[in-house]
Protein backbone atom coordinates (compact mmCIF):
# COMPACT_ATOMS: atom_id res chain seq x y z
CA UNK A 1 0.00 0.00 0.00
CA UNK A 2 3.00 2.45 0.16
CA UNK A 3 2.41 2.85 -3.80
CA UNK A 4 -0.24 5.20 -4.42
CA UNK A 5 0.59 4.73 -8.47
CA UNK A 6 -0.07 1.43 -8.64
CA UNK A 7 -4.40 2.24 -7.39
CA UNK A 8 -4.72 4.78 -10.36
CA UNK A 9 -7.75 4.31 -12.14
CA UNK A 10 -6.93 4.21 -15.78
CA UNK A 11 -10.15 3.04 -17.51
CA UNK A 12 -13.79 1.69 -15.92
CA UNK A 13 -16.12 -0.38 -17.43
CA UNK A 14 -19.39 -0.03 -15.61
CA UNK A 15 -22.56 -2.25 -15.17
CA UNK A 16 -26.12 -1.57 -14.19
CA UNK A 17 -26.92 -0.42 -10.41
CA UNK A 18 -26.18 -3.43 -7.92
CA UNK A 19 -23.62 -5.58 -10.67
CA UNK A 20 -19.81 -5.72 -10.84
CA UNK A 21 -17.80 -3.14 -13.09
CA UNK A 22 -14.07 -3.02 -13.76
CA UNK A 23 -11.09 -1.19 -13.35
CA UNK A 24 -8.01 -0.98 -15.11
CA UNK A 25 -5.01 0.22 -13.06
CA UNK A 26 -1.19 -0.02 -14.36
CA UNK A 27 -1.74 -3.52 -12.70
CA UNK A 28 -4.11 -4.92 -14.55
CA UNK A 29 -7.76 -4.86 -14.66
CA UNK A 30 -10.06 -5.50 -11.63
CA UNK A 31 -13.41 -6.66 -11.01
CA UNK A 32 -15.76 -5.40 -8.11
CA UNK A 33 -19.01 -5.66 -7.13
CA UNK A 34 -21.21 -7.14 -5.11
CA UNK A 35 -20.94 -11.15 -4.29
CA UNK A 36 -23.61 -13.28 -3.25
CA UNK A 37 -23.39 -14.65 0.04
CA UNK A 38 -23.93 -19.00 0.01
CA UNK A 39 -22.98 -21.91 1.44
CA UNK A 40 -23.03 -23.79 -1.95
CA UNK A 41 -19.98 -25.19 -3.58
CA UNK A 42 -20.89 -24.40 -7.17
CA UNK A 43 -18.28 -22.79 -9.30
CA UNK A 44 -19.02 -19.48 -11.03
CA UNK A 45 -17.30 -18.73 -14.38
CA UNK A 46 -16.89 -15.52 -15.99
CA UNK A 47 -15.28 -14.54 -19.47
CA UNK A 48 -13.45 -11.81 -20.02
CA UNK A 49 -12.57 -9.76 -23.30
CA UNK A 50 -9.87 -7.56 -23.51
CA UNK A 51 -10.42 -4.83 -26.45
CA UNK A 52 -7.89 -2.26 -26.93
CA UNK A 53 -9.05 1.50 -27.34
CA UNK A 54 -9.35 3.23 -30.54
CA UNK A 55 -5.98 5.24 -29.72
CA UNK A 56 -3.88 2.15 -29.26
CA UNK A 57 -5.25 0.33 -32.32
CA UNK A 58 -4.94 3.84 -34.51
CA UNK A 59 -1.74 4.62 -33.06
CA UNK A 60 -0.36 0.89 -33.85
CA UNK A 61 -1.65 1.55 -36.87
CA UNK A 62 0.38 4.40 -37.88
CA UNK A 63 3.10 3.31 -36.68
CA UNK A 64 3.14 -0.20 -39.20
CA UNK A 65 2.00 2.65 -42.02
CA UNK A 66 4.06 5.34 -41.63
CA UNK A 67 7.29 3.69 -40.19
CA UNK A 68 9.75 6.89 -40.88
CA UNK A 69 13.06 7.62 -38.86
CA UNK A 70 13.30 10.09 -36.74
CA UNK A 71 14.51 13.32 -38.75
CA UNK A 72 16.28 14.46 -35.64
CA UNK A 73 18.32 11.55 -35.44
CA UNK A 74 19.96 12.00 -38.65
CA UNK A 75 23.30 14.08 -39.11
CA UNK A 76 22.40 17.52 -39.96
CA UNK A 77 25.08 20.15 -41.66
CA UNK A 78 26.59 23.21 -39.49
CA UNK A 79 24.59 25.55 -41.00
CA UNK A 80 21.14 23.32 -40.08
CA UNK A 81 22.26 23.62 -36.12
CA UNK A 82 22.95 27.23 -36.81
CA UNK A 83 19.25 27.36 -38.32
CA UNK A 84 17.88 24.85 -35.63
CA UNK A 85 19.78 26.76 -32.24
CA UNK A 86 18.70 30.40 -33.69
CA UNK A 87 14.47 29.28 -34.26
CA UNK A 88 14.83 27.26 -30.54
CA UNK A 89 16.25 30.50 -28.92
CA UNK A 90 14.03 33.66 -30.83
CA UNK A 91 10.83 31.49 -31.12
CA UNK A 92 7.82 33.90 -29.77
CA UNK A 93 4.43 33.08 -28.90
CA UNK A 94 2.39 36.95 -29.65
CA UNK A 95 -1.50 36.86 -29.40
CA UNK A 96 -1.98 32.96 -30.30
CA UNK A 97 0.29 32.94 -33.44
CA UNK A 98 3.92 31.76 -33.41
CA UNK A 99 6.48 34.14 -34.48
CA UNK A 100 10.31 33.01 -36.21
CA UNK A 101 13.21 34.51 -37.06
CA UNK A 102 14.60 34.32 -40.63
CA UNK A 103 17.06 31.94 -40.17
CA UNK A 104 19.08 33.39 -42.82
CA UNK A 105 18.76 36.61 -42.73
CA UNK A 106 21.70 38.94 -40.50
CA UNK A 107 19.98 42.06 -38.68
CA UNK A 108 17.47 43.98 -40.18
CA UNK A 109 17.75 44.80 -43.84
CA UNK A 110 18.80 48.40 -44.75
CA UNK A 111 15.55 49.80 -47.09
Known amino acids: M ?21 MRTPLG ?8 ETNSLEANVDHLLVEDSLFNRLDA ?7 EPNPLARPVSMED ?3 ISLLEADCLLIGGH ?11 PCL
Open 2 to 22: NTPAAHWVLEQRYGGINEPYA
Open 29 to 36: WVCMGPAK
Open 61 to 67: MWALEFD
Open 81 to 83: KEA
Open 98 to 108: IELPLPWRKGS
